[in-house]
C-alpha cells in the first residue's frame, strides 16, 4: 500500500472511529451542575461521553441556558468532536426521536459531499448494528484496519440528521470517505438561524429513505459539532435528544 493510499485510508478509519464507538477516546463527562436549582439543570445530557477524534482539536461542549431552554453549547475552531450516549433500542422498538437545535451561523465553505469541505455547525449522529456480510470489499477493510487500529469494527450505519447550506430538507447526502454514513438534510439555508428549531423524525422511514433498508438495533446516539476540514470557527446550541419506543 502507498503512504498515499495509506493516510486516505487511515483518515477513512479516523472518522468511522469518530462516529462509532472507541472507549480509549473517551473523556470525561459533563459536570451534573449540583450547584444549580433542579428547575435551572440541563440534565438531558448529563451522563453523556465526550468523544475526540485522533489527531483532531476538540470541540468545546458546556452546558447552559439559551433563550430561557436548557442547552449543550458547542463552540469548534478549526475542530472535530462529538458528544455521545449508548441507547442499545432493538429494532422492533424503534419508532421516533426528536430533537433540537439553535444555529447562529452557517460555514459558508462547508459542503457535506465534498471530503475537504465536510463539516457542519450541527448534527444528531445514530450509529446502527447490522450485517456486515453485506460490507462492500472497500468496507470490509475498512473495518478490518478499524479493529486492528482500535480494538473496534466499522459500524454496520451511521444515520446523521444536518444542516445543510443548500440542498433542500430531505436530501440524503452520502459521506464523501465512506457510503455507511448517510445524512439526512432536516433544515436547509439560513432562513431560520439563530432561533430554536424543533424536530421529530420517524427512524425507521429516515433510515430506508438513507439505506434503502430496514434498520437494525439502535447502538447509540451523538451530537456533533465540526470545523476541522474549513478551518472555521462556528458555534451552535443543542437541545435534548429523545426517543419514543414501540
Known sequence: MSLKLASKTIAVVALAMLLGACSHVTKDALPDQADAP???QNDFFVGWRHYVLPGKAATLYTLDRLDGRAALMAKAGTSASMMRSDVNIPAFQL??????????????TADLAERDADDSPVRVVLVFEGDKKKFSAKNAMLSELAQVLTGEPLPYATLMYVWCNKRPSGSVVVNPR???????VVESGKKNLRQWRDY???IHSDFEKAFGEAPGKLLSVAVMTDSDNTKTQISAAYGG??????
Open 38 to 40: 433542579k428547575s435551572e
Open 95 to 108: 419508532d421516533e426521536v426528536s430533537f433540537s437545535w439553535q444555529v447562529p451561523q452557517l460555514i459558508e
Open 241 to 246: 435528544v429523545n426517543f419514543v419506543k414501540k
Open 178 to 184: 465512506t457510503d455507511r454514513i448517510r445524512s439526512i
Open 200 to 202: 421529530k423524525r420517524k
